[in-house]
């Protein structure tokens, strides 16, 4: 692979590539020790960990912890975390009816009331993905392929993408479920990450989920544990403080001043079919965690769906990223994404596999994608949304990455690399004005 960006151009020979913005580091070796790291200098660092299955398990604020010593990830799971429990049900009477029932092999329970031994009711157990009970599973069976496969498939400066790949839901590590996830995270410089979410059942079973499926955000807590717990408090633009439940909206807030970082989750649009729901599931003695739930969704044999979602960074320490107070603020930052800008004046490719509206924007990657040999000038109808740090696909270019990049007539700071013939840009700021032309390459 060839890979090109605004500083440099490097002949890829290894599994380091570093570069101005971002750098991508793979330990190699031992599945259940490889870990790889993402950066985006001075801005923040993450560790994808192969042992949980492709989990964020530690994510560093470099903005205001330049030395990374405070995981701001629930260290177990990682930052971004879906699944978790089922729903009990009326299930057949039989030997393998239920996950609770293979195990434990007791489907009668003495009633409360009456003392009649009853049939008791079906349950599949949990089921999340990442989780360091994938590789606890793995281990105990010696079956590595429990913890997926985990790959990078992109790299420049503009953005790292990285693969985790047919994943198993897990029953914490006692029990392997048929539903598989391969997610794709796509981290962009300016505290971005777009994590798309492929979620499969090859089996022969059906899982019957209880509220809880969906993307959520989990970090450190823990009112037993002073110092574990990071102060993060849950908000949304319709609850101040978001309790368990709540109609889904534009976003969730996780924010701290303890540890000066906040975390926008948000969906788009489209998704609110399936995640029609706000969901909490903490505070714990070790962890807190919050965003998005569906209501009693059954994954029958065949299923087979894909989503996204969008995780902002802010901190108040620079211009890198957002300073946002509160989730009033935030909800500008999120219509970035939901309600992404209208471009005019360049080819706009509405087909590029991730684009789930076919507007132009891949709510997958988290870019505009256009076509064309470059240079490129278009105007950027940003609408209700912040205008911050929007980032191009360019199918087509021809040559090195850009040596500028100009909103109107003015110079601004980007980050860009050029891979098999796809240019990536992102801008290092926010686009101002309602409808500013852009100048990629003239």
Not at 230 to 243: H, I, Q, V
Not at 325 to 339: F, G, N, S, V
Not at 397 to 412: E, F, M, Y
Request: charged letters at 25%; aromatic letters at 10%.
């Amino acid at each position: 692979m060839r890979a090109t960006c605004i500083f440099t151009v490097m002949l890829l020979c290894g599994t380091a590539f570093s570069d101005a913005g971002m750098s991508v580091e793979d330990s190699g070796g031992d599945p259940m020790k490889r870990v790889i790291t993402v950066t985006s200098t001075g801005v923040y660092r993450v560790e994808v960990w192969h042992e949980s299955g492709g989990g964020l398990n530690r994510f560093y604020n470099l903005l205001v912890d330049p030395q990374a010593k405070t995981n701001v990830a629930e260290p177990k799971r990682g930052l971004f975390e879906i699944g978790w429990h089922g729903r009990k049900y009326s299930g057949p009477d039989r030997k393998d009816c239920c996950v609770m029932h293979i195990l434990n092999k007791k489907r009668f329970v003495k009633d409360k009331n009456t003392g009649d031994m009853v049939r008791d009711r079906c349950y599949d157990g949990c089921a999340d993905w990442p989780s360091i009970h994938h590789g606890l599973a793995a281990k105990k069976r010696n079956d590595p392929r429990i913890a997926g496969k985990l790959e990078i498939i992109e790299r420049s400066a503009a953005r790292v993408r990285v693969r985790a790949a047919n994943v198993p839901f897990m029953w914490w590590h006692k029990y392997v479920h048929d539903l598989k996830a391969t997610g794709t995270y796509t981290f962009y410089p300016a505290g971005r990450i777009v994590v798309q979410v492929h979620v499969e059942n090859p089996g022969e079973r059906t899982f019957h989920w209880s509220d809880e499926y969906g993307p959520h955000l989990m970090v450190p807590a823990g009112d037993r544990e002073p110092d574990r717990d990071l102060g993060f408090a849950w908000s949304t633009p319709e609850f101040p403080t978001l309790g368990r439940r709540g109609r889904s909206g534009a976003l969730v807030l996780a924010s701290s001043d303890k540890v000066k970082t906040s975390f926008i989750l948000t969906i788009p649009v489209e998704a609110h079919t399936t995640f029609d729901r706000y969901r909490r599931h903490g505070p714990s003695l070790r962890w807190d965690r919050a965003g998005y739930g569906s209501g009693n969704l059954d994954m029958k044999p065949g299923y087979d769906a894909t989503w996204a979602c969008m995780i902002q960074l802010a901190a108040p320490a620079g211009r890198a990223v957002p300073n946002i107070p509160d989730a009033k603020t935030a909800l500008a930052y999120a219509l970035d994404y939901r309600e992404p800008a209208r471009i005019a004046g360049a080819t706009v490719v509405k087909d590029d596999p991730g684009d789930f509206n076919k507007d132009g924007f891949n709510e997958s990657e988290g870019c505009h994608v256009l076509k064309g040999p470059g240079p490129l000038r278009f105007t950027y109808e940003k609408g209700k949304g912040a205008g911050f740090a929007p980032a191009f696909k360019v199918i087509g270019w021809q040559g090195d990455a850009p040596k500028t990049l100009k909103i109107g007539d003015r110079n601004v700071s980007f980050a860009a690399g050029v891979a098999d013939g796809k240019l990536i840009v992102q801008i290092l700021g926010t686009v101002t004005g309602d409808r500013p032309g852009i100048g990629i390459g003239e």
